[in-house]
């Protein structure tokens, strides 16, 4: 087995992201009624169940890394993307973005 160079994990966990991403665009998230079920079904892959990413550059939520940020801001991030995250407009309807930030504050304590 050869080893694999950063580059090709960063080109392997992006595929991983977008092929969760074209899946929660055809199954949606209508299931999922809480913050920690949103983060766990649309956010983990790259963040890590527990707010610790698996993605390079990614927040470290559970050291609460972006959280001084308002919920506003945050919000935005959400809904219109960051970096490689995607934007979740027209994903997560705007209550499901304010449960899933409240969740991801509640990471940090």
Same mark, same amino acid.
């Given at each position: 087995?050869?080893?694999?160079?950063?580059?090709?994990?960063?080109?392997?966990?992006?595929?991983?992201?977008?092929?969760?991403?074209?899946?929660?665009?055809?199954?949606?998230?209508?299931?999922?009624?809480?913050?920690?079920?949103?983060?766990?079904?649309?956010?983990?892959?790259?963040?890590?169940?527990?707010?610790?990413?698996?993605?390079? !550059?990614?927040?470290?939520?559970? @050291? =609460?890394?972006?959280?001084?940020?308002?919920?506003? &801001? #945050? +919000?935005?991030?959400?809904?219109?993307?960051? !970096?490689?995250?995607?934007?979740? @407009? =027209?994903?997560?309807?705007?209550?499901?973005?304010? &449960? #899933? +930030?409240?969740?991801?504050?509640?990471?940090?304590?």
């Amino acid at each position: 087995m050869s080893n694999l160079s950063g580059r090709r994990i960063g080109m392997l966990s992006l595929y991983i992201a977008g092929s969760l991403l074209m899946t929660l665009l055809l199954v949606g998230s209508a299931g999922a009624s809480t913050g920690q079920e949103l983060f766990e079904t649309n956010c983990a892959v790259c963040h890590g169940v527990d707010g610790n990413p698996i993605l390079p !550059n990614a927040p470290l939520f559970s @050291k =609460g890394e972006r959280m001084e940020k308002s919920d506003e &801001q #945050l +919000l935005v991030s959400l809904s219109e993307g960051r !970096n490689v995250m995607p934007p979740w @407009k =027209g994903i997560l309807n705007q209550d499901e973005m304010k &449960q #899933l +930030l409240t969740y991801v504050r509640s990471l940090a304590e």
